[in-house]
């Protein structure tokens, strides 16, 4: 009997508008912003930030509550990068109107959760793009075209946002490497998270395949928002996307920093090429 199925088509690779060629991690961009990565993941590694901070992970190897290794890792912060003592970092704090000393990782952080297209949305995007070489596709809309307003306007809030800003990347690498510490320790031998995004319209997306009609592969944007909670992403979208994302690719999670960001519910997941469910509600 004849078999009239389609052949399999090939796995689509990360597009060459998705990424630079070279980053500040283990695994070259091209690698592990692939749908392969999605599918088998590795461990992904800052260049040196483990290193540089052992005494950090040595002293959060000795501490059995997740609530006193956040309060652990917080006050490494406010000791490292001066938080409390800004003067000392080398702000004056006289000059100008403009407080960029309070523009650390926290802020960032709810910067992002707040407006995800803002200051803080721009310089989480630029930090994924500068680590891991996955380029942003958009911010306020489409980033295609260099020579764009848009383009522009982006690169205008990536600079006011990282400057004067106390080595505001490095508090980033920093946060990324505590939350995979975490990961490992809480999820082991868990490689992925089922987490779902509520869109509006699949055609904005940078669809690559549809394997079926309720699934497609995707270019996601370098860095966006999952939830856990299925009803909570119908909140943002008529469709919603369900996806098994990498614990590698989770640069926040919620309850990370239970002191600091009380009630957020937001995953923030470093784009690439994703398989994923599509539904309606």
Request: aromatic letters at 10%.
């Amino acid at each position: 009997m004849d078999d009239y199925r389609q052949p399999a088509l090939p796995p689509p690779a990360l597009p060459r508008y998705a990424y630079n060629s070279v980053n500040r991690c283990n695994l070259p961009p091209l690698v592990l912003g692939g749908l392969t990565f999605q599918q088998h993941p590795i461990r992904l590694q800052l260049d040196g930030i483990e290193q540089l901070h052992t005494a950090l992970f040595r002293s959060l190897d000795g501490i059995d509550d997740a609530a006193d290794r956040a309060e652990n890792f917080q006050d490494y912060m406010r000791s490292s990068f001066l938080l409390d003592h800004l003067d000392e970092a080398g702000l004056d704090t006289n000059r100008g109107k403009s407080r960029r000393g309070k523009a650390d990782y926290l802020r960032v952080l709810r910067g992002w959760l707040f407006d995800a297209d803002g200051i803080e949305g721009a310089v989480l995007k630029s930090w994924v793009e500068s680590r891991f070489g996955l380029l942003p596709l958009n911010h306020r809309g489409p980033l295609a075209d260099a020579e764009s307003d848009n383009y522009r306007g982006y690169l205008a809030a990536r600079a006011r946002g990282l400057y004067n800003a106390n080595a505001l990347e490095s508090q980033l690498d920093l946060l990324y490497s505590y939350c995979q510490y975490e990961l490992r320790r809480q999820f082991a031998p868990e490689t992925h998270l089922e987490l779902y995004r509520g869109v509006n319209r699949i055609d904005r997306h940078q669809v690559l395949q549809q394997p079926a009609r309720n699934s497609c592969i995707l270019v996601l944007n370098n860095i966006s928002s999952f939830t856990g909670n299925r009803e909570r992403a119908c909140e943002f979208g008529d469709y919603i996307l369900q996806a098994r994302i990498p614990l590698a690719k989770l640069a926040y999670v919620p309850g990370l920093l239970p002191n600091a960001l009380k009630g957020e519910q937001e995953y923030l997941v470093i784009g690439g090429v994703y398989e994923v469910g599509m539904s309606t509600y």
